[in-house]
């Protein structure tokens, strides 16, 4: 079993959709959450951090359950730019590693 | 704003030869990451480096890859001989150690033919 676990997709959805995607963990002591965006052929870029309390930037929200080992990201009213592929990151602080999952497409239509 | 650099962008080379990539971290940051992506996957961990010591290379081929930091700064990560499955992206990213983001510089594409 993969320590970071997301659908790839692709998610193929039409603008102003709302899309939501998934990420598991296996590794309990994991400390921290992130979402990369990554645009095809470029570098990985940090979209936003994960905290407890769940957290919101404009249109994006990312929620944490640690009980479940889950972690989730919302993006409402998509945009064509949006199209990209989000990348779901464990940091487990002791160590400072960072795991990534396999990624998950999303392709929004006009 | 300061920046991952890595060299080459793009890098051909046949499959037995040996092939060299560079990254140099954002200043201050001790902690250097080299990643490896295959097209249509997420980043897999090569080796970890605190400043020069390295902290985990379990998923390093050591049989063909090396990699190093000898001053703490800049590292330099080798491939001998090159196999055709190294086809792939390699990525350095930065962090400070303690804060948690990571900085990833533009890649270097390896096609090995």
């Known amino acids: 079993r993969k320590e970071v676990e997301q659908d790839p997709g692709p998610f193929n959805v039409p603008e102003g959709a709302t899309v939501a995607f998934n990420c598991t963990y296996s590794?309990?002591?994991?400390?921290?959450f992130f979402w990369y965006r990554q645009d095809c052929r470029k570098e990985p870029k940090l979209l936003m951090s994960?905290?407890?309390s769940g957290n919101e930037d404009g249109r994006f929200t990312a929620q944490l359950n640690r009980a479940s080992q889950y972690i989730s990201l919302l993006i409402r009213d998509s945009k064509l730019s949006d199209s990209a592929t989000y990348l779901c990151?464990?940091?487990?602080?002791?160590?400072?590693?960072?795991?990534f999952g396999g990624g998950t497409r999303l392709m929004v239509k006009p | 704003e300061a920046e991952v650099a890595q060299s080459p962008r793009y890098k051909i080379t046949e499959k037995s030869q040996a092939v060299a990539f560079w990254c140099d971290p954002i200043?201050?940051?001790?902690?250097l990451y080299w990643y490896r992506q295959i097209l249509g996957q997420g980043p897999e961990l090569l080796v970890q480096?605190?400043?020069?010591?390295?902290?985990?290379d379990s998923q390093l081929p050591k049989d063909r890859f090396s990699a190093e930091r000898l001053k703490g700064v800049d590292s330099t990560l080798k491939i001998q001989p090159a196999e055709l499955g190294d086809s792939a992206m390699y990525l350095c990213?930065?962090?400070?150690?303690?804060?948690?983001?990571?900085?990833f510089g533009q890649g270097t594409r390896l096609t090995v033919v």
């Open positions: 200043s201050g940051h001790a902690t």
């Open positions: 994960v905290y407890s």
């Open positions: 990151v464990v940091n487990m602080i002791e160590g400072n590693m960072l795991t």
């Open positions: 590794n309990s002591a994991s400390q921290s």
């Open positions: 480096f605190q400043d020069e010591s390295v902290v985990d």
């Open positions: 990213a930065s962090s400070l150690w303690g804060a948690l983001e990571a900085f």
